[in-house]
């Protein structure tokens, strides 16, 4: 079956736009998180999904990180105002359930370079 | 807040030679994972420990946990040239992983 597909593999911006990263979970999939993996600051949770909402978003660095996901599936991590700091790869990872009884599944990635 | 300490951070060995990686987390946690990075690419799963004892092994990498140190271990066996890569212990807490610094493995002739 299909994994864990993110959209684009690789993103180039220049600083001050914004950019939007899509994350497609493996289908029936509930659980749904963001990471971050850059080289000053290594692999970091950013927000996680169940279902629609959002109980967790204490890893969004600022108020121009924000990310929404929509019938239970598809998720977007939208970044206002790229900074160069924000470059960086966008893991997503999804899981059936909770982390403590579901092993959690990662996509490609999306390599964001900011300009 | 769960925080998880992995060292070596970077590993240069010779083929055949055996080591272990460690991993040390801070607060009581449901599990502990072990992922393989290869450059450019995402992580793959290599072992899920769930309980204090546990061991797992597959091909000339074991794994293994004890949650009363708060600690699990990577050992590698015979090491080959395919093992290069980076390896990340993560550690469950509140629905997240938490991840260490990651071992960058460099296996040579």
């Known amino acids: 079956g299909a994994g864990v597909s993110q959209s684009p593999s690789n993103k180039v911006t220049e600083k001050g736009k914004d950019v939007e990263l899509r994350c497609d979970p493996i289908?029936?999939?509930?659980?749904l998180y963001w990471y971050r993996q850059s080289l000053g600051q290594g692999l970091e949770f950013l927000i996680y999904?169940?279902?629609?909402?959002?109980?967790?978003k204490s890893g969004l660095p600022s108020d121009r990180f924000s990310a929404e996901r929509t019938g239970g599936s598809v998720s977007t991590l939208t970044i206002q105002r790229t900074q160069q700091e924000d470059s960086a790869v966008y893991l997503c990872?999804?899981?059936?359930?909770?982390?403590?009884?579901?092993?959690?599944?990662f996509g490609p990635g999306t390599r964001l370079t900011v300009l | 807040e769960l925080k998880v300490e992995q060292n070596p951070l970077f590993l240069s060995m010779q083929e055949g030679k055996n080591y272990t990686i460690y991993c040390n987390y801070s607060?009581?946690?449901?599990?502990l994972y072990w992922y393989r990075q290869d450059p450019g690419k995402s992580l793959e799963s290599l072992f899920v420990l769930l309980s204090n004892g546990a061991v797992k092994q597959e091909g000339r990498l074991m794994a293994s946990l004890d949650t009363k140190a708060r600690l699990s271990t990577l050992h590698i066996t015979a090491a080959v040239h395919d093992l290069s890569a980076t390896y990340f212990c993560?550690?469950?807490?509140?629905?997240?992983?938490?991840f260490g610094t990651g071992t960058r493995l460099q296996v040579f002739p």
């Open positions: 999904f169940q279902g629609n909402s959002a109980p967790d």
């Open positions: 990872a999804s899981s059936s359930g909770a982390l403590s009884y579901n092993e959690q599944f």
């Open positions: 993560a550690a469950t807490y509140t629905d997240k992983l938490i």
């Open positions: 289908s029936g999939h509930t659980a």
């Open positions: 607060t009581t946690s449901d599990r």
